[in-house]
């Protein structure tokens, strides 16, 4: 399993020729308590960069970037009823949205863990 890193606090888990994606640790611990999630529309094309998902918090709302250039698969569908399992569980059970892969070599431009920890120290 491999997991990379955004400079927007995104990761994503490859799996095959699919990625799951969600938010650090870090991002949830900033955003404060998640209350709303949703995501593009199953069938969307999304281009590396554009925004794949919103998350809701009692703070602010935030635009969740796709890592990679893909199609939405799937939204996380336990985030409907329990948003805050991004914030309990953000790296795991908290994913967002699963999309398929177009181009892997856009994954030589994302962080590893060790990279993605010195950026938020």
């Given at each position: 399993?491999?997991?990379?890193?955004?400079?927007?606090?995104?990761?994503?888990?490859?799996?095959?020729?699919?990625?799951?994606?969600?938010?650090?640790?870090?991002?949830?611990?900033?955003?404060?308590?998640?209350?709303?999630?949703?995501?593009?529309?199953p069938g969307t094309t999304v281009e590396q960069g554009d925004s794949v998902a919103v998350v809701e918090s009692v703070k602010a709302a935030s635009d969740i970037y796709a890592?990679?250039?893909?199609?939405?698969?799937?939204?996380?569908?336990?985030?409907?009823?329990?948003?805050?399992?991004?914030?309990?569980?953000?790296?795991?059970?908290?994913?967002?949205?699963?999309?398929?892969?177009?181009?892997?070599?856009?994954?030589?431009?994302?962080?590893?863990?060790?990279?993605?920890?010195?950026?938020?120290?």
């Amino acid at each position: 399993m491999t997991v990379y890193y955004t400079k927007e606090h995104e990761w994503l888990r490859v799996e095959g020729n699919v990625a799951v994606v969600g938010i650090t640790a870090h991002a949830a611990n900033e955003l404060g308590e998640i209350v709303f999630s949703e995501a593009r529309d199953p069938g969307t094309t999304v281009e590396q960069g554009d925004s794949v998902a919103v998350v809701e918090s009692v703070k602010a709302a935030s635009d969740i970037y796709a890592p990679v250039t893909g199609d939405v698969l799937a939204f996380n569908d336990a985030l409907t009823d329990d948003a805050a399992l991004i914030n309990r569980d953000p790296e795991g059970e908290g994913w967002i949205v699963r999309m398929t892969i177009a181009d892997a070599t856009q994954l030589e431009g994302l962080m590893d863990h060790a990279t993605y920890t010195a950026l938020v120290g």
